[in-house]
Antibody
Framework: QVHLVQSGGEVKKPGASVKVSCETS????????IVWVRQAPGQGLEWMGW????????RYADNLEGRVTMTTDASTNTAYMEMRSLRSDDTAVYYC??????????????WGQGTLVTVSS | DIQMTQSPSSLSASVGDRVTITCRAS??????LNWYQQKSGKAPKLLIY???NLQSGVPARFSGSGSGTDFTLTISSLQPEDLGTYYC??????????FGPGTRVDLK
């Protein structure tokens, strides 16, 4: 059974950095991309970026380029999302999800439980 | 970039009602469209992929249709456990798969 388990909530001051982990199990880590999606309080889902553990190729949302870095550790089947220069509007629940591909169709079929990152002075 | 819109933004319905949610893409995306359900405080859950395919384990009262720019999610008989927010997602513009703004469903 596929599981994605994220690290615990964080409280950070403006200008700081945060690194969220997403430990996976139940499937071959290298065979599926990992995406990160965030949700500000009371708001919708925002796609942040994607990484493939196969070769660590990444793609980031234009509005986050330069502030976010996604990485993987194949030895522990874990994906990471680091965000720098945090602002108050980065306060959100951050989700990782597995990108599933079938016959050329992409979807996010398994999700982590979410990590609340609060940015406050 | 492909923009996604949804209507209505919220709706109230009774148990047993037929519920329909519409999603529109800013340009043609074929059938590269997914639907997710999110309950309060929980992660999203995949319901429908490729516009009309039911994800394993999802009740048959959920169905999806459409192609090109216009898509529909239908709940044939609303159940209390169906309350939450529903999001469409385009999966055409790989890998940046943007979401619609969501439709909140609650009980009348």
């Amino acid at each position: 059974q596929v599981h994605l388990v994220q690290s615990g909530g964080e409280v950070k001051k403006p200008g700081a950095s945060v690194k969220v982990s997403c430990e996976t199990s139940g499937y071959t880590f290298a065979d599926y991309g990992i995406v990160w999606v965030r949700q500000a309080p009371g708001q919708g889902l925002e796609w942040m970026g994607w990484i493939t553990p196969y070769n660590d190729k990444t793609r980031y949302a234009d509005n986050l380029e330069g502030r976010v870095t996604m990485t993987t550790d194949a030895s522990t089947n874990t994906a990471y999302m680091e965000m720098r220069s945090l602002r108050s509007d980065d306060t959100a629940v951050y989700y990782c999800a597995r990108e599933f591909v079938r016959f050329g169709d992409y979807s996010y079929d398994s999700w982590g439980q979410g990590t609340l990152v609060t940015v406050s002075s | 970039d492909i923009q996604m819109t949804q209507s209505p933004s919220s709706l109230s319905a009774s148990v047993g009602d037929r519920v329909t949610i519409t999603c529109r893409a800013s340009r043609s995306i074929g059938t590269y469209l997914n639907w997710y359900q999110q309950k309060s405080g929980k992660a999203p859950k995949l319901l429908i992929y490729a516009a009309s395919n039911l994800q394993s384990g999802v009740p048959a009262r959920f169905s999806g249709s459409g192609s090109g720019t216009d898509f529909t999610l239908t709940i044939s008989s609303l159940q209390p456990e169906d309350l939450g927010t529903y999001y469409c997602q385009q999966s055409y513009n790989t890998p940046s798969f943007t979401f619609g703004p969501g439709t909140r469903v609650d009980l009348k």
